[in-house]
């Protein structure tokens, strides 16, 4: 994996402009540029080259957790030629699949990132950040997650681009993956 990206979410300010703040405060990639909006459906990458239309010679793979209905990141990866797969079991993601796929390099997945191949029952939540048992209303219907290397065995990718992670805290466990 050359760029995680779940780093940029988990340590945000509580600040409104924490997209605009944080590459800033870092200071640490002197290339960042914004893939997608300015606001929540957007991310900074490190590297300017994985932005570039030569990615498509060098197989951009893109897997995106997380996308409920704001995808303009996944959209401006499909658009430098990469293939990108979106995944997100909730209700909000299942209705905004016929919008994702409107692009061409973009492959929408009705099941998630989780610790463990696992499904869960509607108004279960596969998350242990304290604080996030609201999400237990919104899930009402199984939420099917599976582990990273069973998704990348499935979709038969050995190796990945960027990784774009943004599931309400069960990014820690996903981690040792």
Not at 92 to 119: F, P, R, W
Not at 144 to 162: F, G, H, S, Y
């Amino acid at each position: 994996l050359s760029i995680i990206v779940c780093v940029m979410r988990i340590i945000r300010p509580q600040h409104p402009s924490y997209s605009f703040t944080i590459p800033k405060l870092l200071n640490s990639c002197p290339n960042m540029v914004r893939a997608g909006d300015k606001g929540d459906g957007g991310w900074w990458l490190c590297d300017a080259s994985t932005t570039t239309t030569t990615t498509q010679k060098n197989n951009c793979v893109v897997y995106s957790f997380g996308i409920r209905d704001n995808f303009s990141f996944d959209h401006f990866m499909g658009d430098r030629g990469c293939q990108v797969h979106g995944f997100d079991p909730s209700p909000a993601g299942l209705a905004s699949q016929q919008n994702y796929e409107k692009h061409a390099n973009a492959h929408y997945h009705s099941y998630g990132l989780g610790s463990v191949d696992k499904t869960y029952g509607p108004n279960q939540v596969p998350f242990r950040w304290p604080g996030l048992g609201y999400l237990a209303e919104g899930n009402t219907l199984p939420w099917e997650l599976k582990r990273l290397p069973t998704i990348m065995a499935e979709n038969q990718n050995t190796a990945l681009t960027v990784l774009k992670v943004d599931v309400e805290g069960a990014e820690w466990d996903v981690m040792k993956d």
